[in-house]
């Protein structure tokens, strides 16, 4: 299994600023993924965050607004840029223990960001 | 694309009676399946998963789920539903060798009556 600690758990930002929530698991980690839940509805994956290369993007989200960084095999981190209210949602990051059948995904708690 | 649907939205229900819920996936090669628990105002929990062999998997707090390859279902159900599983519902589709990402459905609220 894998333990996970995301920062910051919530906040609260004006329309136009940035956020950098901070996701980092206990041990290394192949897959590292960034969901996003908006208000009442289900999770979309943002993107997959590759070690030492560029985030692959899912369709509709693109690396301008959501720029992802990881660094090493236990830390990423996702930006939401120049916020506005529609970005008011809670932001997940996930690990999957492998890549093969049996592979499981395991959830921070989640960083709640509500843009005014 | 590949893509997850749960049958409904919002499931009212009184207390002691069976829980089904519905989820099929669309993809024809090998998954791994999910069901999570979203209590009101708290995180993701995995309430149950299947990887392989008895398409019957049991999982926390009396819920169990049956795999159907031939209808790509994977069909949560209980017994007998308390007030305490009032809750959001999701199930999530991995497929093999696509790195772990996971694909969730719409999601079924569940409120029970006490």
């Known amino acids: 299994s894998a333990v996970i600690s995301q920062k910051p758990s919530r906040d609260i930002c004006q329309r136009g600023t940035s956020l950098t929530i901070q996701c980092q698991v206990d041990s290394q980690v192949t897959m590292m993924f960034w969901y996003r839940q908006q208000p009442g509805q289900s999770l979309t994956l943002i993107a997959t965050a590759n070690q030492g290369s560029e985030a692959t993007y899912e369709s509709g989200f693109v690396i301008d607004k959501f720029p992802i960084s990881r660094p090493n095999l236990t830390f990423s981190t996702l930006t939401v840029s120049n916020m506005s209210p529609e970005d008011s949602s809670i932001y997940l990051c996930?690990?999957?223990?492998?890549?093969?059948?049996?592979?499981?995904?395991?959830f921070g708690q989640g960083t709640r960001l509500t843009v005014v | 694309a590949q893509s997850v649907s749960q049958h409904n939205h919002h499931v009212i229900l009184s207390e002691a009676a069976s829980l089904e819920l519905g989820c099929n996936y669309s993809y024809g090669g090998t998954v791994n399946l999910f069901w999570y628990v979203q209590y009101p105002g708290q995180h993701l929990q995995l309430l149950l998963k299947y990887f392989s062999g008895d398409p019957l998997v049991k999982g926390i707090k009396g819920f169990e789920a049956e795999f159907i390859k031939s209808k790509f279902s994977f069909n949560l159900r209980k017994p007998s539903v308390q007030w305490s599983d009032t809750a959001e519902y999701f199930c999530?589709?991995?497929?093999?060798?696509?790195?772990?990402?996971?694909?969730f459905g719409q999601g079924t609220e569940l409120s029970v009556k006490p």
């Open positions: 996930s690990v999957s223990t492998g890549l093969s059948t049996g592979t499981e995904a395991f």
């Open positions: 999530a589709v991995m497929i093999y060798n696509q790195g772990g990402k996971l694909i």
